[in-house]
């Protein structure tokens, strides 16, 4: 190591970073790990998929009690909100769990380096005015919020995840901007408490990337939830008086416009990748047209000893891609062979229904499968005629199963349902396995379980599901 500083130096301590540090410690490697926030987990942890989660774990107990769900099944409360306690558990929630990862670096022997880090040249980077050189440096900077031109984010009127995770109370009306799974989720913990939401969204259908019979059913469920959707459709403006503020909206196709009144803006139109401040041209390398670091399938960029993971490169940004890229990094810095199938990273909406896909939708599978002249089988099972569904009072949603016709091969696998996070698993599993359609109908799955319901689309695939 003579005079290296460190084997392996992480810029970055969220999902992807901090994992990756962890591994290359337990691979033996000297590992520093940059994070300039004041806590360890990164947007996962601190702004992003946990304290979102703990809201909209809250927020379904109160609206089971206020929506007559509880009712239906003979417990009759009237909740009362305690906001305060609610945003108490979520703080507690992700100080617990971002201090876990501080016990984990000291416990793996990571040392965090505090501070923002930049490159100074391609093996050297400068932390708090300090330099360290490293053999290995991974960029794991992960993204912030997109900005809507013109708009500003002001966390009052005008929030953007962060702000709309943290509001001290439940806003009359709420405008969400963007039908992605942001706008979803929080806009979906808003409706809950009480607020009337509108999602503004500038495609014809809500959730871009998921697959189409997903997207149409999903786009129901909300409304019939009452959450106002406007397809189709731009925000053109957005002007703030006092504590209103006043959209202006378009068609996308064009036409006339109109406005509408909020007294909280949720701004959810994506994520760009952080690479500002890192001064990676003195590293010799630049982004990509989107802003991302490219890389090659074992995570190196163009640099040799500089790799990159998560948010920062091309792929759903997701946390458990990001953790997967992080222990894939550091295997590979350690000469072994770091595995991830970008084919099967599973996504789940964590709303309520959730909605969760792996694989293929029906749309890319056909087109994929077309170019050889192949075709692809589906199998769908409501979640209706799920035994565990219909007696939960949870009929929403369905199963699609995506075979391929010749191989039976499953190529995807989508599901609406009160657990479909949890059930979407053993679809990736199966697939990573290279299952058929055949191999899922013939595993022995618990009844009364949702997963049952996985079981009977993947029988409907061959035409033989047994409950409907
Ligand atoms: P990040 O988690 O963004 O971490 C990067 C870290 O690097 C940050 O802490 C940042 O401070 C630090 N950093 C950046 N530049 C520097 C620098 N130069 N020097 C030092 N430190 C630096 N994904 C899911 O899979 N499931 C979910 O349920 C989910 N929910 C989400 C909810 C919300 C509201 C949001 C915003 C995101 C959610 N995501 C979810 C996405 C998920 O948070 C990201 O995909 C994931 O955090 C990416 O991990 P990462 O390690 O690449 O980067
Ligand atoms: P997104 O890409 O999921 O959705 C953004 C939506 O905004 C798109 O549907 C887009 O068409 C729409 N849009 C863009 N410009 C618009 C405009 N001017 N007017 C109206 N609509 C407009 O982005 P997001 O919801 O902000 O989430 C960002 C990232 O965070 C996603 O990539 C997601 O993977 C990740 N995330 C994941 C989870 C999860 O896994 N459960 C939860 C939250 C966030």
Same mark, same amino acid.
């Given at each position: ?32 790990? #940059? ?6 987990? =990164? ?135 963007? =039908? ?33 019979? #997903? ?181 929403? =949603? ?71």
């Amino acid at each position: 190591m003579a005079d290296y500083d460190y084997d392996v130096l992480i810029i970055g301590a969220g999902p992807g970073g901090y994992v990756g540090a962890i591994r290359a410690a337990q691979l033996g490697l000297k590992t520093a790990c #940059v994070e300039a926030r004041e806590t360890l987990g =990164g947007t996962c942890l601190n702004v992003g998929c946990i304290p979102s989660k703990a809201m909209l774990h809250a927020s379904e107990y109160f609206d089971a009690a206020a929506n007559g769900s509880m009712a239906k099944m003979g417990v009759i409360v009237t909740p009362k909100l305690d906001l305060e306690a609610m945003h108490g558990q979520r703080k507690d929630a992700v100080k617990q769990l971002t201090g876990g990862i501080e016990f984990l670096f000291k416990k793996n022997k990571v040392d965090w380096l505090k501070g923002y880090a930049a490159f100074t040249s391609a093996d050297t980077v400068e932390v708090a005015g300090k330099s360290y050189r490293a053999k290995n440096i991974v960029v794991a900077t992960g993204s912030s919020v997109t900005p809507l031109p013109g708009v500003t984010i002001d966390q009052k009127v005008v929030v953007d995840s962060t702000g709309a995770l943290e509001l001290p109370k439940v806003p009359k009306k709420m405008v969400v901007i963007g =039908g992605g799974v942001i706008g979803l989720e929080l806009g979906s913990v808003w409706r809950r408490l009480g607020a009337e939401v509108t999602v503004v969204e500038f495609l014809d259908q809500l959730l871009p990337g998921m697959d189409m019979d #997903v997207r149409k059913e999903a786009a129901k469920i909300f409304k019939k939830q009452g959450m106002a959707l406007k397809l189709g459709t731009k925000v053109t403006g957005v002007a703030v008086k006092g504590a209103k503020a006043t959209l202006t909206l378009e068609p996308a196709a064009g036409g006339a416009s109109e406005t509408i009144e909020a007294d909280c803006v949720l701004v959810s139109i994506g994520r760009r990748p952080n690479t500002e401040g890192l001064d990676l041209a003195k590293a010799g390398l630049e982004t990509n047209g989107r802003g991302q670091i490219e890389v090659d399938h074992d995570l190196r960029t163009k640099v040799a000893g500089i790799w990159a993971i998560g948010d920062v490169v091309p792929g759903p940004m997701l946390a458990h891609k990001a953790e997967d890229e992080g222990i894939a990094v550091a295997e590979n810095i350690a000469g072994q062979t770091g595995i991830i199938n970008h084919a099967v990273i599973p996504s789940v909406v964590y709303t309520w229904p959730e909605i969760a896909g792996v694989g293929m939708t029906e749309e890319q599978a056909k087109e994929s499968l077309s170019a050889s002249g192949g075709e692809i089988k589906i199998g769908k099972f409501p979640m209706l005629a799920n035994s565990r569904a219909k007696t939960n009072h949870e009929p929403d =949603g369905f199963v699609k199963v995506i075979a391929d016709a010749k191989t039976d091969r499953v190529l995807g696998v989508w599901c609406i349902a009160s657990v479909a996070g949890t059930m979407i698993a053993q679809a990736a599993q199966a697939m990573e396995f290279g299952a058929t359609s055949e191999d899922i109908a013939y595993t022995c799955h618990a009844h009364p379980t949702h997963s049952e319901a996985i079981k009977e689309a993947a029988m409907a695939v061959q035409g033989k599901p047994i409950h409907i």
